[in-house]
């Protein structure tokens, strides 16, 4: 398996003097021996843990994309606080284990995210029960006239979803394989196969996969 490991620390302090951050590394070197050591690549935040929006997380998800592998933290709480945090990380498509609790991966998000649509959905029916007091009392309103998604349509909307994340990520990485003077899609597929990287499903890229992702990038 390919882990990407990834530790945060809350202070520019923690972060130049090694606080926390050696104790994180050690979790995660002896989570990992006999399952993937060394990581794929490590990414150290200074970070608040009540902000989501953190480059490094960003740029070990896109290693994680790439390689198709897994992000690792020493502590879930070093990862989020807060569950729209892990709503995006969910819809990210990357797997995560917590070397404090392994248990907690995926699923454990994906539990997280239901508690929160579950809350939207609540809001969403006393939003409907409003409308249609509102309705009772006389005034118009328009009826309903949208699309209700089948189970396959998320699915399908989630896949394209992940692809169109994984563009950017992917995009550098062909750049300079170009600059390398490799330009034919067949001869591009063939440096990405080797240097490790699958497609959006996981398989190896092929010629026409190569040409129709470089027309969806323009």
């Known amino acids: 398996m390919r882990f990407v490991a990834y530790y945060r620390v809350s202070t520019d302090k923690q972060g130049q003097s090694g606080l926390g951050l050696e104790a994180q590394k050690e979790a995660v070197r002896v989570f990992l021996a006999g399952k993937g050591w060394p990581p794929v690549a490590e990414f150290v935040e200074v970070e608040s843990g009540r902000k989501s929006d953190r480059a490094q ?7 994680c994309r790439l390689h198709k592998a897994t992000l690792v933290i020493a502590k879930l709480d070093r990862l989020a606080r807060n569950a ?42 006393r939003t409907k029960a409003a409308l249609a007091a509102a309705k009772a009392r006389g005034v118009k309103m328009g009826g309903f006239r949208g699309y209700a998604p089948t189970d396959e349509d998320r699915a399908q909307a989630a ?38 990287i699958p497609t959006s ?4 890229w092929q010629a026409v996969q190569v040409q129709r992702f470089l027309a969806l990038v323009g």
């Open 57 to 63: 997380l960003a740029a070990a998800l896109a290693v």
């Open 84 to 125: 729209a945090f892990l709503l995006n990380l969910r819809d990210a498509g990357v797997d995560f284990v917590a070397c404090d609790m392994p248990d907690a991966n995926r699923l454990t998000v994906g539990i997280m995210a239901l508690v929160a649509e579950d809350e939207a959905e609540r809001i969403s029916a």
């Open 159 to 196: 896949q394209a979803k992940r692809e169109k994340a994984k563009r950017p990520d992917l995009l550098p990485i062909i750049d300079a394989i170009r600059a390398e003077g490799i330009t034919s899609a067949s001869g591009i597929a063939r440096a990405l196969n080797e240097r490790g």
């Open 201 to 204: 499903r996981g398989g190896q």
